[in-house]
């Protein structure tokens, strides 16, 4: 079975701050570990993706994401929050060469403070 | 290129009732996955289908059913509606299913009264 944890609920981070939203995961063998973006009344946007390679995945709007197996963790950052970032932030797994579907966390809600 | 389409965008029915709703994916995407949404459940995985097949499919009753046209759209069908299946339903295609990254519709807003 492959499962993900978002531990957060809530994540709330002033504006110009580092932001930081936390994602472990479960899956046997190798991951491919997304993350999404919801906005109210929107579908999710995509912001990045782990399949291999280097650890420190860079994707839109200036967020990046570390990779760390032996921690079976996948935390969403960027070094200097924006109101605009305020939003619904969804984790995903799906084990490599699998025909299993991807797997969402409950997913974290941002508000950045003005 | 043009993104995910779903039609309708808002639907209210009462229970009982039936209801399809349609996904265009991105042009040159095969793959289309479909999505449930609430606030108690989170999101769940529907079905997933690739080249008219269904690949994969959720945990959910039978009520449930999907297909995809040669053309690669889809559509989803929810028979005998219940109060609990008022929800948002999303729709996400990509190239394949298996690496490739999935891109989401804005989603159906089903209200069943």
């Known amino acids: 079975a492959q499962s993900v944890a978002q531990p957060e609920d809530q994540v709330n981070v002033a504006e110009g701050n580092p932001l930081t939203v936390k994602c472990t995961y479960s899956v046997s063998g190798n991951p491919y570990l997304f993350w999404y973006v919801q906005y109210p009344n929107r579908g999710l946007q995509f912001l990045l993706k782990y399949i291999t390679g280097d650890n420190l995945v860079k994707g839109s709007y200036g967020f990046e994401a570390e990779f760390n197996k032996s921690q079976t963790s996948f935390h969403l950052k960027k070094p200097s929050a924006l109101v605009s970032d305020s939003a619904l932030y969804f984790c995903?797994?799906?084990?490599?060469?699998?025909?299993?579907?991807?797997?969402f966390g409950s997913g974290t809600q941002l508000t950045v403070l003005p | 290129k043009a993104g995910v389409t779903q039609t309708p965008r808002y639907l209210i029915k009462t229970r009982g009732q039936q209801v399809t709703l349609s996904c265009s994916p991105i042009s040159g995407h095969r793959s289309v996955s479909w999505y449930q949404q609430t606030p108690g459940q989170g999101l769940q995985f529907l079905f997933e289908?690739?080249?008219?097949?269904?690949?994969n499919k959720g945990n959910f009753p039978g009520r449930f059913s999907g297909r995809q046209f040669s053309n690669s759209r889809s559509e989803m069908n929810v028979s005998t509606l219940e109060l609990g299946d008022s929800a948002l339903y999303l729709c996400?295609?990509?190239?394949?299913?298996?690496?490739?990254?999935?891109?989401f519709g804005p989603g159906t807003r089903l209200t069943v009264l």
């Open positions: 995903a797994v799906r084990a490599s060469g699998s025909a299993r579907q991807l797997t």
């Open positions: 289908y690739f080249s008219e097949t269904q690949r």
């Open positions: 996400a295609s990509s190239t394949a299913p298996s690496t490739d990254t999935q891109y």
